[in-house]
């Protein structure tokens, strides 16, 4: 869910984050104050002294959230069933700092998925940034990987940031284009 409105918080416990844009990793101290600017695909946006910066989903706890619970598959699932799911949570992946998650941006040019014998599924995924210099490309990344690997029958999602061809707004969905005014 994405919270139009700034949620005060009152950091719990000290918790892992890292700074937006620069993808610095950072601590964050306990009884630190700020606000929830976003709240989307599990992780979370937070205002604190000055700067933006990103908590996982798994540390929500300390922010006085419940974390989300994870992707599950129907009994019998099918291999388009498990694509469609590997997409979802794709689409859970959010840029920080809007709230349009990484599909709608156009930030994912292809997802393959490869069965291996034991029945278990490879993931390849390219996809882009915005900007090539992003400091948040590996956490974007990394997130993608995390998520797809929740997947059930999902062994391991092999990510690879790629900048041809070069991002550019015409590859937003429709939608996104709408809620950013870039129609």
Known sequence: MYRHEQQPVTLQRDVEAIMVPAGIPV??????TGFITQALGGSFTVYVEG?????AGKDADALGQEAMIGPELPPNATDEDVKNLVWDQMRACYDPEIPINIVDLGLVYSCELTREPDGERIADIKMTLTAPGCG????????????????PTVKRADVELVFDPPWNQTMMSEAARLQTGMM
Request: net charge positive; charged share 40%; proline share 0%.
């Open 27 to 32: 601590t964050l101290r306990a009884d630190k």
């Open 136 to 151: 948040m490309g590996e956490v974007l990344v990394r997130d993608v990987k995390d998520k797809v690997e929740l997947v």
């Open 51 to 55: 700067n933006l910066f990103r908590i």
